[in-house]
T-cell receptor
């Protein structure tokens, strides 16, 4: 079974630009969550999408947005990039089948560098 | 607001020794997850702990959960170099199934 895939794996952008990252979940998984990982702040939750709807949102500015398509693939967008947005962006997928817990499986990440 | 704290943050061990990583969290939950991250890599799921007293073991790693104390432990037995990595605990609460709150991570280095 293929794992979570993320594209691109590496990105270099300049301040003020915008960027779109893509995530394809494990087949059959309907929930996609996004996380930002930086050395200073650690792993922080951005948002979660399930059935094309945002279900949970973290404490990030509105420049960070996302969406989910009918095939469960998800994209996140960051507009007006700032230097502090340089990070590893991780996407995780899970079944979210209504069970008691929701184990998340992570993709390889997209390394974003903002110059 | 849920807070998750790990200690120690850095752990340097000799091969063959035992040690424990602690994970405390601030809000009632009985769902706790342990992940491993190798340098430059993504997170690998190690354990899912779902009830008070839950204990899971895989190889030289054993994880447990005490929901009353809001504490999970990851015990390393007879460490080997291959266990060198960063270990994270994470918690989700209530119906926020898709939102994990992570600890700071413990960087484990095992020396020969």
């Amino acid at each position: 079974k293929a794992g979570v895939t993320q594209t691109p794996r590496y990105l270099i952008k300049t301040r003020g630009q915008q960027v779109t990252l893509s995530c394809s979940p494990i087949s059959g998984h309907r929930s996609v969550s996004w996380y930002q990982q930086t050395p200073g702040q650690g792993l922080q939750f951005l948002f979660e999408y399930f059935s094309e709807t945002q279900r949970n949102k973290g404490n990030f500015p509105g420049r960070f947005s996302g969406r989910q398509f009918s095939n469960s693939r998800s994209e996140m967008n960051v507009s007006t990039l700032e230097l502090g947005d340089s990070a590893l962006y991780l996407c995780a997928s899970s079944l979210r089948s209504g069970g008691y817990y929701n184990e998340q499986f992570f993709g390889p990440g997209t390394r974003l560098t903002v110059l | 607001e849920l807070k998750v704290e790990q200690n120690p943050l850095f752990l340097s061990m000799q091969e063959g020794k035992n040690y424990t990583i602690y994970c405390n969290y601030s809000t009632t939950s009985d769902r706790l997850y342990w992940y491993r991250q190798d340098p430059g890599k993504s997170l690998e799921s190690l354990f899912v702990l779902l009830s008070n007293g839950a204990v899971k073991q895989e190889g030289r790693l054993m994880a447990s959960l005490d929901t009353k104390a809001r504490l999970s432990t990851l015990h390393i037995t007879a460490a080997v170099h291959d266990l060198s990595a960063t270990y994270f605990c994470a918690v989700d609460i209530g119906t926020s199934y898709g939102k994990l709150t992570f600890g700071q991570g413990t960087i484990l280095t095992v020396h020969p």
